[in-house]
């Protein structure tokens, strides 16, 4: 062996044990916890369009609107979790019963560094942290991404199922906060084309979907 390849699998050998956390590999959820994590990620968020911004919900724009609602998913929901969420009375779904180290990825975003965070924007969301599974909105699933990229600035949607959720990222006033709730015909056919999540669009990057998720 020359000096060359030996030293290569020495780093090789010693980079297995010192690499952070970070690097290692993430939890995921199972298929039944990736469905019911679905669930709650639609009710959470149509929380937020029917009863207004929840006070717990901070950074206001699309990418916290996923953030907000992948954490609140992610945490114990007790009765005094249910009355602060201002999720009513309505039926609630499953628990997810996570183990530890499914629980840790609640502030844990990958950061294209490396390290985790509580924050990701945008682009480090679906770069880092999700996978894309197509350009056509008819393979997509509760709790999906649809991803815009303006060149300078970058925007996120929620598939919920029968309608899209965002946040559009302008300061709030007394009578708009921001969100918004729109069938896929009606974004299709968007008067701005650069916002409609169609395959011809090449602002429309496509449906990415979480990593942790298995279903």
């Excluded at 996978?131 to 056509?136: F, L, N, Q, S, T």
């Amino acid at each position: 062996m020359n000096r060359r390849a030996f030293l290569t699998g020495a780093l090789a050998n010693l980079s297995a044990l010192i690499l952070p956390s970070a690097f290692a590999a993430r939890a995921t959820l199972t298929p039944a916890q990736s469905r019911t994590f679905r669930a709650w990620i639609v009710r959470i968020v149509g929380a937020q369009l029917n009863a207004g911004p929840s006070p717990r919900w901070v950074h206001r724009d699309c990418a916290g609107l996923v953030r907000y609602a992948v954490a609140e998913t992610l945490r114990e929901h007790d009765a005094r979790w249910v009355r602060a969420a201002g999720l009513g009375h309505a039926p609630m779904p499953p628990a997810l019963d996570l183990d530890p180290a499914q629980q840790s990825l609640r502030h844990a975003w990958q950061l294209a560094d490396g390290s985790t965070s509580a924050y990701a924007g945008a682009l480090e969301l679906v770069q880092e942290n999700a996978r894309r599974v197509a350009r056509d909105c008819n393979l997509a699933q509760p709790a999906d991404l649809l991803f815009f990229d303006q060149g300078d600035a970058q925007h996120l949607m929620v598939w919920m199922g029968s309608y899209i959720a965002y946040h559009t990222g302008a300061d709030p006033t007394p009578t708009d906060n921001g969100l918004r709730a729109v069938r896929l015909g009606e974004l299709a056919r968007w008067p701005d084309t650069r916002w409609q999540p169609v395959a011809h669009n090449p602002n429309f990057a496509g449906v990415f979907r979480f990593n942790f998720l298995s279903a």
